[in-house]
């Protein structure tokens, strides 16, 4: 089985210059990278290979949860590389909170291309050094995401609406 | 150690088994209903049903002597907010990320 791969493109109407510089500056990345409709906080900035970037975030219940990404490339201003994951409080690796088989680590490409006189920015997730069953767990993410349920989460959203609504 | 979390995902990662819950998201059926349109055996649907069974994901109904199966949505919520999660992971931070670059943007000189 090929490793299964999340892939996101976007573009921005920002030169290349500005874009990097607001996912490689500190100050920047804390008004846009934070979870949404909590606070996060950036503990850690360190842009160099080897060098850590870790987060505090707060669940909107008030329970704190802490990432670790550890900088594997740092191209100007073209590419980004990073090993991505959560962590604890001392910045130790630890697995997803209540998912064991959600891959501990999952590498993180970021491209940078200029786009006319944007950006477009071209950004995959996948496992790193995954078990077979981080993987099978990963893939089933994907594949039920890409609508591998035909055309019934429509309906599947309604039932879900109508339990919640009770 | 293996949470029901992960049994729902070990389930989901089978075609033939999330196109049953699609159609158990139309309503209860039986085994014989659910093997028809696949074309596969009433044994080999039996045991995609016990897998989703483990799972959490769908109950068979003791009444009726079909034991019509249905969907437990409830149980596949928490499945479907991890995956809404992975989802909108991005594209939520693009989003504020786009509105971050416009905020920066300025009158043109």
Redesign the interface.
């Known amino acids: 089985m090929t490793t299964p791969r ?1 892939t ?1 493109t ?1 573009h ?3 030169p290349r210059a ?2 990097w510089a ?1 996912w490689t500056q500190p100050e ?1 990345l804390a ?3 934070g ?2 409709g909590s606070e996060g906080s950036i503990l850690a900035f360190d842009l160099r290979p080897g060098g850590e970037w870790r987060g505090r975030m707060e669940t909107p219940e008030g329970a704190a949860m802490f990432s670790k990404f550890v900088f594997r490339e740092v191209s100007p201003p073209q590419r980004l590389v990073w090993v991505h994951g959560f962590a604890d409080e001392g910045g130790n690796r630890i697995r997803a909170p ?5 891959p501990l680590e999952l590498l993180t490409t970021v491209d940078f291309a200029e786009d006319g006189a944007g950006t477009r ?1 071209t ?1 995959s997730w996948e496992p790193l050094d995954a078990t077979a ?1 981080e993987e ?2 990963f ?3 994907m ?3 890409e609508g ?5 989460f429509d ?2 959203d309604e ?2 609406a109508d ?2 609504s009770i | ?3 029901q ?2 049994r729902q ?2 389930a ?2 089978d ?1 033939i088994r ?2 049953i ?3 158990l ?2 309503g209860a059926a039986t085994v014989g209903e659910l093997a028809r349109p696949f074309g596969i055996s009433q044994p080999a649907i039996s045991r995609h049903l016990k897998v989703l069974e483990a799972a959490g994901l769908i109950e068979a109904a003791r009444a009726a002597q079909a034991r019509p199966r249905r ?1 437990k ?2 149980a ?2 928490e ?2 907010a ?2 809404d999660g ?3 992971y ?5 989003d ?7 905020e ?2 300025g009158p043109p000189a």
Request: glycine share 6%; charged share 20%.
């Open positions: 999340f996101i976007r921005f109407a920002a500005r874009v607001a920047q008004r846009w990278f979870p949404k209540f998912a064991p088989l959600f920015i950004l069953e099978a767990f893939a089933s993410m594949a039920s995401m591998g349920w035909g055309g019934s309906q599947l039932l879900l339990q919640s | 150690m293996e949470s979390l992960d995902f070990a989901l990662a075609p999330r196109a819950l699609a159609r998201a139309q969907l949505a409830e596949l919520g499945a479907r991890w995956i992975l989802a909108t991005w594209s939520d931070r693009f504020r990320l786009d509105a971050l670059l416009g920066q943007e």
